[in-house]
């Protein structure tokens, strides 16, 4: 099993630029979350999709949108980049409706914005 | 705003010796996780912990939940290098879909 699936997994934006991450699982797993990771700061959530056809903001979603396409994929948008925004991205599904699920997580996106 | 803080942030040992990390907060979780994260990777579930005072044991790791829910201990015997790599737990509250995650602590176990 592939698991989640994360692309690209390095990426240089210009201040200003466009881009969408992609992420994909093949798990069926009803929920899904980008989080974002930098140093000192541990994980924190931008945005989750606790099931298909619903989005909620996390933490940090300032500068973010997200899609949930169907059940296995959830995109997350950086419509102008901005170099606060330079991180690893992480995205997760899990299937919480069981207590002792955990996340599963893809292997990241690291993001330069310059 | 729940918070995780972990302790110690940084830890280096030799091969061979004890470890022990905790994860504390001021709010009460209905679960906690233990992920190891490697360079380069996401992270990976460890265990999940859901009742108060539960122990449990994976090989050579043993993680404990606080009788109140509001902590956790991760101990690690006989440390491999192996076990090198950064430690995160992570807590929710009943009904939620969301966990927050602590800041980690970072391990190297010197051969």
């Known amino acids: 099993n592939a698991g989640v699936t994360q692309t690209p997994k390095f990426q240089v934006l210009k201040t200003g630029q466009s881009m969408t991450l992609q992420c994909a699982q093949d798990m069926n797993h009803n929920s899904m979350y980008w989080y974002r990771q930098d140093p000192g700061m541990g994980l924190r959530l931008i945005y989750y999709s606790a099931s298909e056809g619903t989005t909620d903001k996390g933490e940090v979603p300032n500068g973010y949108n997200v899609s949930r396409l169907n059940k296995r994929e959830f995109s997350l948008r950086l419509e102008s980049a901005a170099p606060s925004q330079t991180s690893v991205y992480f995205c997760?599904?899990?299937?919480?409706?069981?207590?002792?699920?955990?996340?599963?997580f893809g292997s990241g996106t690291r993001l330069t914005v310059v | 705003t729940q918070l995780l803080e972990q302790s110690p942030q940084f830890l280096s040992i030799q091969e061979g010796e004890n470890l022990t990390v905790y994860c504390n907060s001021s709010s009460v979780f209905s679960s906690l996780q233990w992920y190891r994260q490697e360079p380069g990777e996401g992270p990976v579930l460890l265990v999940t912990v859901v009742t108060g005072g539960e122990v449990k044991k994976l090989k050579r790791l043993t993680f404990q939940f606080g009788d109140a829910r509001k902590d956790s201990s991760l101990h690690i015997t006989a440390a491999q290098p192996g076990d090198t790599g950064l430690y995160l737990c992570a807590g929710g509250g009943s009904g939620t879909y969301k966990y927050i995650f602590g800041t980690g602590t970072r391990l190297k176990v010197l051969a």
């Open positions: 997760a599904s899990s299937e919480l409706s069981r207590t002792n699920y955990g996340y599963t």
